[in-house]
């Protein structure tokens, strides 16, 4: 079955670094659009970046020039690299895969998800 695992959350202050991993098995890693999302209680999940199979990046405005998404085929890993951290950006962080071509910032083209990893970031 198709497994998606993420890593690399954790508790951090403001201006702080991190760095999510999201290991995938069971499915043909090189294949999907990667994208990861956020959701904090009460709010919708939000769209944060993308990579497709091209490797092509895709970023929700408010982490432009903070956080970079990368793929590695050869270890089914994609990761979200986060700098310049904010308070705002505390969030549970979700990877997912899409085999879609259109509409990939919306979290309904997205057909395979992760548990999620906590983020926070303290002022």
């Known amino acids: 079955q198709v497994q998606l695992v993420e890593s690399g959350g954790g508790l951090v202050q403001a201006g702080d670094s991190l760095r999510l991993s999201c290991a995938a098995s069971?499915?043909?890693?090189?294949?999907?659009?990667w994208g990861w999302f956020r959701q904090v209680p009460g709010k919708e999940r939000e769209f944060v970046a993308l990579?497709?199979?091209?490797?092509?990046?895709y970023y929700t405005d408010s982490v432009k020039g903070r956080f970079t998404i990368s793929r590695d085929n050869a270890k089914n890993t994609v990761y979200l690299q986060m700098n310049s951290l904010k308070p705002e950006d505390t969030a549970v962080y979700y990877c997912?895969?899409?085999?879609?071509?259109?509409?990939?910032?919306?979290?309904?083209?997205?057909?395979?998800w992760g548990q999620g990893t906590q983020v926070t970031v303290s002022s």
């Open positions: 069971g499915l043909t890693f090189s294949t999907y659009t």
């Open positions: 997912a895969a899409s085999s879609q071509l259109v509409r990939l910032d919306t979290q309904n083209s997205y057909r395979y």
């Open positions: 990579v497709t199979r091209s490797g092509s990046t």
